[in-house]
Each structure stands twice: as C-alpha cells, then as structure tokens.
C-alpha cells in the first residue's frame, strides 16, 4: 500500500519501520522542525526524521498545516492511506480526508480511555495494572476516532513511563501492521467509542512533582514511576535539599513515625513514612545538580538522621 506517514518522537519509529519492513511503499514523512537541545542548543532532528532519511525517504517538516502547502505536499505522493503515530500538531480536516482510506491514528491507550497527550504517564500515575495501544480512524474531535484495532498488555509494579513507552511502541507497530493488511483486504473493523467511558490524560507539567508524603506508599510509588524521566518526582524534605526520586518500593512494615521521617537508611535504601502509616523504600535518586544514583550510593557521603 502506498502510505504517507507522520510522527516525530521515538514512540513512532517503530510503526514506521515496520511498514517499511512490511513492504509498503511509504510516500513521505511529516515531522516536526529541527529543535535545539543540550547546552550548546544544537538543532537536533526527531527521530522519525533520523530514520526516513535512512530509509531514503522524503521527510518534510512543515510549520503550518492549514495554508494549503502541507496539504498540497501530500496530495501530490498520492497516498493510498495516512499513518500518524505521536506526530504532536492536530491536523486539518482537509488533511484527515485526503486519502481514500483516511488517516489512521497509533495511540498509546485504551481508548476511549486516556485521550490526550501524555496516556502513558496518566495509566501509571493512577495506579492503573493495564494498558494498550489503539488505533482507530482520526477525527475532528481529539483522540475521539472509531476504534479499529486494539491490544492490551498489563503494567508491572517495578515498570515506569520510560520503559513501558518502550514497550507500547513496539506493540503499536506490530498492531499497526495488522491493521493496515485488514484495511487492505477490507476487513477491518469499525467501533464507536463509548463518550461515557472517556477519560483525559492532559500535558505533564511541573506541578506534579513534589511529593505529599500524606498519600499511601503505592500512591507515591506510582507518581515516581508515572513522571519518569520527565518532570521526575521530587521532594525536599529527607534532607533539607531538593532531589529527584526515580525508583521506589512498597516496604511491607507499618509505622508510626508522621509522613515524611524517614524510618530507616541502609544498604535497601531510605525507607520514609507515608499516609496511613505505610512505609516507601526509595531506591533510585538525584540530588540537585549530581547524577542519578542508588538511595545506599548517595548515604555513603550523606547519611540521614532517622526518625526514632
């Protein structure tokens, strides 16, 4: 099948590549422009674009999508089908109708369950055991398509939002490449999302990271997992100083210490109080302007008073 395809980040590679393995003859790209990174702010290119060009691909990285010369750049390639896949812009509903059999969307959850932009980080910061990846026919309204195909796939206590990103765009490029044979073979199925069953999962933001010692051990635990690697959780009560927490347990005792002591500090890590008189064991930290480092590393230069 002819195909045009847009993304930008790493989650989309893969759906990319496995078209191209797949045999299709994928037309052009869309991503986004070049943006400066690191310190020396260097434009860098996203990832899609790294592996178009490789693939001899045309990559096109349009600042506007509504002036005509996006969707005119399109209808010239003349593809049979759109793929898009966390290109990160809304595309114009001249875009969405260009193409004989639409444009489809690889979205990283159950939908209509978590629309939006960041449905991974929202899956663990609720505490949620199960997620998956969508695809379905894109329409006006954000993430609000019919559903063409899904897969499930359960989330782990010990995987956070970086490695299960990892692992949903695998599962979303395997699932992409069913989908577009049964689209092809006009088989593929066609479901209306539930508008009761919707939920949203907007933009991160800095706002969630200081951690409220109040909540249960499995609550904080989650938004530590949910916030990697970006904004990362954060506090400033264990020692007097900032630091990102990055990987934490659930320890099984109970204490009475208030939220936020820390009731114990070894070689398993620093165990703090939470709500309910739960205990969290971090393991995994940052202190301010340092690298990240095991919670037993960072005691060896900076030991912790513990509550008694």
């Given amino acids: 099948m002819r195909i045009f395809f847009m993304g930008t980040p790493a989650f989309a590679v893969p759906s990319l590549e496995k078209l191209i393995e797949a045999g299709h003859c994928v037309a052009g790209v869309f991503t986004q422009p070049d943006k400066p990174k ?46 898009v896949a966390a290109y990160g812009r809304i595309l114009p509903d001249e875009i969405l109708k260009c193409a004989p059999l639409g444009c489809i969307n690889v979205h990283s959850s159950l939908l209509p369950r978590y629309r939006g ?48 990103y990892n692992r949903l765009a695998e599962l979303g490029g395997c699932l992409l490449i069913e989908t577009v044979a049964a689209l092809a073979a ?74 936020g002591a820390v009731v114990a500090a070894g070689k398993q890590g620093i165990e703090v109080a939470c709500g309910g008189g739960e205990v969290l064991r971090i393991l995994e930290l940052q202190p301010a302007g340092k690298k990240r480092m095991k919670a037993a590393d960072f005691l060896r230069g900076h030991p912790i008073s513990v509550s008694e």
């Avoid at 702010?41 to 506007?64: D, N, S």
């Avoid at 069953?197 to 997992?225: C, E, G, H, K």
């Avoid at 990362?232 to 347990?249: F, I, N």
């Fill in 38 to 83: 690191n310190r020396g702010m260097k434009l860098q290119p996203p990832p899609v674009k790294e592996c178009a060009l490789a693939h001899g691909i045309p990559v096109f990285q349009p600042e506007k999508l509504r002036d005509g010369l996006a969707l005119a750049e399109i209808q010239a390639l003349e593809p049979e089908l759109i793929v």
């Fill in 117 to 164: 932009a960041a449905p991974i980080n929202w899956a663990i910061l609720n505490g949620d055991i199960e997620t998956g990846v969508t695809i379905m026919h894109m329409a006006h309204e954000l993430d609000a398509g019919d559903i063409i195909s899904q897969v499930k796939t359960p989330i782990t206590p010990e995987e956070d939002a970086a490695a299960l």
């Fill in 186 to 259: 006009g088989t593929a199925g066609r479901t209306p999302q539930d508008p009761s069953q919707v939920t949203l999962a907007p933009m991160l933001s800095r706002a969630l990271s200081p951690v409220d010692w109040t909540r249960s051990a499995r609550a904080i635990r989650d938004q530590i997992r949910g916030l990697v690697p970006w904004p990362a959780a954060s506090t400033d009560t264990l020692t007097g100083e900032p630091m990102k927490l990055w990987r934490a347990e659930c320890a099984q005792q109970r204490t009475a210490a208030a939220p």
